[in-house]
């Protein structure tokens, strides 16, 4: 299968600061998603990338879609300590159905 | 705003046993698919599902595995005879046809025992 390699693997950082991570693959993707996770419940959609280039906010969250397609980054802004969670990117390739996730940036805010 | 259903929230079986996953799309999605994870690990891909077959699927699902869509809304994850090796949250996503966001269920923890 796919691997999709995020970084960092882990973050501690203190609240108010902004965050970066990212996700790399060694294939072409069409589509790259970003989920939040907290303990025990399901990924919860943060945002949707269609194009390369394409630059997307969800509040104090921007996403981009990296311009290679092998790439896409996740920024937090102004963190604050309800941003703990597991952060997954998720990408599918021209085709198929199947998306594949990354391996996971664990974000934890010190308050 | 919808959300995909699943139950049961736990599932408790004993190795060997068979168990049926459940999970309830949201309404109009085309796609469906399940996934697992692992404690500590990261999603896994078992199956996607589109137009009443099976369009993908990953190693993991092997014989014992299978899915349905048995009445246009349900849509469950059968596990015949399950193994310890089993045990994981199993996680139900469904996306619209038209474009690519996929939506996640809140997942099924299975313990095999």
């Known amino acids: 299968g796919q691997q999709l390699n995020q970084s960092p693997q882990s973050m501690f950082i203190q609240e108010g600061e902004d965050v970066s991570m990212n996700c790399t693959s060694s294939s072409i993707f069409n589509t790259w998603l970003w989920y939040k996770q907290d303990p025990g419940e399901g990924p919860v959609l943060l945002i949707a990338?269609?194009?390369?280039?394409e630059l997307t906010s969800n509040g104090r969250l921007t996403a981009q879609f990296g311009i290679t397609r092998k790439d896409s980054f996740l920024n937090i802004s102004a963190s604050i300590p309800s941003d703990v969670g597991i952060y997954f990117c998720?990408?599918?390739?021209?085709?198929?159905?199947?998306?594949?996730f990354g391996t996971g940036t664990s974000l934890t805010v010190i308050p | 705003e919808p959300e995909v259903t699943q139950t049961p929230s736990h599932q408790v079986t004993q190795m060997g046993q068979e168990v049926i996953l459940r999970c309830v799309p949201i309404?109009?999605?085309?796609?469906f698919y399940w996934y697992r994870q692992i404690l500590g690990q990261k999603v896994e891909f078992l199956v996607s599902?589109?137009?009443?077959?099976?369009?993908?699927k990953s190693e993991i699902f092997d014989d014992q595995f299978s899915v349905e869509r048995p009445d246009g809304s349900n849509f469950t994850l059968k596990i015949r005879s399950t193994k310890l090796e089993d045990s994981a949250m199993y996680f139900c996503?469904?996306?619209?046809?038209?474009?690519?966001?996929?939506?996640f269920g809140s997942g099924t923890q299975l313990s095999v025992l």
């Open positions: 309404s109009n999605h085309l796609y």
């Open positions: 599902f589109y137009n009443n077959e099976i369009s993908e």
């Open positions: 996503a469904s996306r619209p046809g038209v474009n690519e966001k996929l939506f």
């Open positions: 990338l269609y194009k390369a280039g």
């Open positions: 998720a990408g599918r390739l021209l085709t198929g159905n199947q998306f594949y």
